[in-house]
């Protein structure tokens, strides 16, 4: 479990400053107020992860309430999509309610069955991000969100320069690159809906069976 965890950081950030590589480097250039809100929307998931990470770590071990949380991300996905085609004056930047919104989004996908990543884009969308937008600050926020998991983990980490560990974080990276890739494709056309209706499937059937 400790490679396991090691593995997952480390790729997460890589496929992320991957893809991203642009939009940080304008962080550090002429995007100083995306700085700010991504500072902000980072507190309430620091509070909420250092308040409720160990009560929401046990819940791993429950299969039902994950399978309710994935309905929930599910509506949630639906509402999103149902928001961002109905928006009609769509915003590129979040304002600060809205950001702090989006931050407690992602302090809440510490629920197993709630996906961060799902949970932060679709409150994006609800608060009057378009697409793109929502997307962009969604994945923006988790790279210090990942950082904090990684720094909060570290004294559990066991270093090990074995070639497999490597070729696996590799590989993952690339994996979540192109993940990253169909995301934005998908978000793009409109087509959230599609990861909705797959959480009803899979939380019904783990609900089910």
């Not at 509402?79 to 931050?103: C, E, M, Q, W």
């Not at 884009?121 to 600050?137: D, Q, V």
Request: net charge positive; aromatic share 14%; proline share 2%.
């Amino acid at each position: 479990m400790v490679i396991d965890y090691w593995n997952l950081f480390v790729s997460c950030i890589f496929a992320l400053l991957a893809f991203f590589h642009k939009e940080i480097i304008a962080l550090f250039s002429r995007e100083k107020r995306l700085v700010f809100l991504l500072i902000l929307a980072s507190i309430p998931t620091a509070i909420i992860g250092f308040c409720c990470g160990g009560i929401f770590e046990q819940l791993f071990a429950n299969v039902k309430s994950a399978g309710g949380m994935l309905l929930i991300t599910g509506l949630w996905l639906l509402i999103g999509d149902i928001a961002s085609r109905h928006n009609k004056r769509l915003k590129k930047t979040p304002g600060v309610f809205s950001t702090l919104l989006i931050g407690f989004a992602q302090g809440i996908s510490l629920i197993p069955g709630i996906s961060r990543s799902g949970a932060t884009i679709s409150t994006g969308l609800i608060c009057g991000l378009n697409r793109e937008s929502a997307f962009r600050f969604s994945f923006l926020l988790s790279i210090p969100a990942v950082l904090g998991a990684l720094l909060f983990k570290i004294r559990d980490f066991q270093l090990s320069c074995d070639f497999a560990l490597i070729v696996g974080m590799l590989i993952s990276a690339i994996v979540g690159f192109f993940s990253l890739e169909f995301l934005f494709s998908i978000i793009k056309e409109n087509k959230l809906y599609i990861f909705a209706i797959y959480c009803f499937v899979v939380g019904i059937g783990v609900l089910v069976l």
